[in-house]
Antibody, heavy 115, light 107 residues
Framework: QVQLVQSGAEVKKPGASVKVSCKAS????????ISWVRQAPGQGLEWMGW????????NYAQKLQGRVTMTTDTSTSTAYMELRSLRSDDTAVYYC????????WGQGTLVTVSS | DIQMTQSPSSLSASVGDRVTITCRAS??????LNWYQQKPGKAPKLLIY???SLQSGVPSRFSGSGSGTDFTLTISSLQPEDFATYYC?????????FGQGTRLEIK
């Protein structure tokens, strides 16, 4: 069965960076892209970007350009999302999801940015 | 970016009620519209894709309709497990965008 398992919760100070992982299993990793979506506390869903697990092509949300980097490691079927220069409004649950129609999701990773 | 607007933002209903949630796009998105259900502390779950196609395993009391700019999600007979927040999302163009959500509460 398809599973996306994310890394654990993180607490970071403003200005720091965070790297969240998403390990895929149950399918051929390079056959689907991975999208990242975040959700601030009590708020809605915000698309952050997408990476092709086949060739590493990326497409990032305009507001995050320059602060976000998405990568994959095909040897371990793992996708990564790094967000730099963290601010308090980056506090959110970060989700990975497979493909373009988000049938499969990771369990979410809470990133708290606080001084 | 395409703006997605849901109404209502919250809704109180009883078990057995028929409920309709509306989603409007700021421009035509053909049928590139998905609906998700999210329960507290959980990832969203895909219910409907391509405006009206029921995702595998989703109960048939859920249905979707619409095309262009106006879409609806209908739950024909509310069950206790349906109380959650519902989001629409357009997949017509990048960036994919979500509605602000509709919180469905027990009356």
């Amino acid at each position: 069965q398809v599973q996306l398992v994310q890394s654990g919760a993180e607490v970071k100070k403003p200005g720091a960076s965070v790297k969240v992982s998403c390990k895929a299993s149950g399918y051929t990793f390079t056959s689907y892209g991975i999208s990242w979506v975040r959700q601030a506390p009590g708020q809605g869903l915000e698309w952050m970007g997408w990476i092709s697990a086949y060739n590493g092509n990326t497409n990032y949300a305009q507001k995050l350009q320059g602060r976000v980097t998405m990568t994959t490691d095909t040897s371990t079927s793992t996708a990564y999302m790094e967000l730099r220069s963290l601010r308090s409004d980056d506090t959110a649950v970060y989700y990975c999801a497979r493909g373009a129609n988000y049938v499969y999701w990771g369990q979410g990773t809470l990133v708290t940015v606080s001084s | 970016d395409i703006q997605m607007t849901q109404s209502p933002s919250s809704l109180s209903a009883s078990v057995g009620d028929r409920v309709t949630i509306t989603c409007r796009a700021s421009q035509s998105i053909s049928s590139y519209l998905n609906w998700y259900q999210q329960k507290p502390g959980k990832a969203p779950k895909l219910l409907i894709y391509a405006a009206s196609s029921l995702q595998s395993g989703v109960p048939s009391r859920f249905s979707g309709s619409g095309s262009g700019t106006d879409f609806t999600l209908t739950i024909s007979s509310l069950q206790p497990e349906d109380f959650a927040t519902y989001y629409c999302q357009q997949s017509y163009s990048t960036p994919p965008t979500f509605g602000q959500g509709t919180r469905l509460e027990i009356k």
